[in-house]
T-cell receptor, first 107, second 113 residues
Framework: DAKTTQPNSMESNEEEPVHLPCNHSTISGTDYIHWYRQLPSQGPEYVIHGLTSNVNNRMASLAIAEDRKSSTLILHRATLRDAAVYYCILNAGKSTFGDGTTLTVKP | DSGVTQTPKHLITATGQRVTLRCSPRSGDLSVYWYQQSLDQGLQFLIQYYNGEERAKGNILERFSAQQFPDLHSELNLSSLELGDSALYFC????????????FGSGTRLTVV
């Protein structure tokens, strides 16, 4: 499986934007970039996914580098409910998730 | 409610026993994926089924097996249980794989004593 690298933790203030980076330098042309988040003792929740173009949905935006070797999940206005572990993963269905980024949101 | 239903939510059993975990996928989803999440490891992919057929295998032990039935629900069977099998077991479903995203259930917490 192609591997992703994320910072272990990040902090944000409430109502400010958050940019969560992910490196995936060995990505192949057919690999989809998926983002999920997980609260303690809950199942992962789908956030967003994309292949080549930037993507927007009601939860977040996904910015994909032109060479596709990195991507950034953007939460436009962080709330306390956005505090979670965020996973960046390629072709999530058959892959083992890494450690993700633990996002702390300060009031 | 994600639409993916897992039962039971909690299960406590003794070493050496066998248990069955059940997953009903979201309506319309043909693929089912099983994951194991223990304290010292991340979400480990175990196995995938698509429309009743096994499609991919991950880090699944020989003591574990799974199947997907004609109504698309899936069962994960864990036998000869060991203390180290204690974990959260998640099921996810998808219409057809990576281009579509995955929906996870709320998991079954298995405790082996």
């Amino acid at each position: 499986d192609a591997k992703t690298t994320q910072p272990n933790s990040m902090e944000s203030n409430e109502e400010e934007p958050v940019h969560l980076p992910c490196n995936h330098s060995t990505i192949s042309g057919t690999d989809y970039i998926h983002w999920y988040r997980q609260l303690p003792s809950q199942g992962p929740e789908y956030v967003i996914h994309g292949l080549t173009s930037n993507v927007n949905n009601r939860m977040a935006s996904l910015a994909i580098a032109e060479d596709r070797k990195s991507s950034t999940l953007i939460l436009h206005r962080a709330t306390l409910r956005d505090a979670a572990v965020y996973y960046c993963i390629l072709n999530a269905g058959k892959s083992t998730f890494g450690d993700g980024t633990t996002l702390t949101v300060k009031p | 409610d994600s639409g993916v239903t897992q039962t039971p939510k909690h299960l406590i059993t003794a070493t050496g026993q066998r248990v069955t975990l059940r997953c009903s996928p979201r309506s319309g989803d043909l693929s089912v994926y099983w994951y194991q999440q223990s304290l010292d490891q991340g979400l480990q992919f175990l196995i995938q089924y698509y429309n009743g057929e096994e499609r991919a295998k991950g880090n699944i032990l020989e003591r574990f097996s799974a199947q997907q039935f004609p109504d698309l629900h899936s069962e994960l069977n864990l036998s000869s249980l060991e203390l180290g099998d204690s974990a959260l077991y998640f099921c996810a479903s998808s219409v057809g794989g990576a281009p579509f995203g995955y929906t996870f259930g709320s998991g079954t917490r298995l405790t082996v004593v």
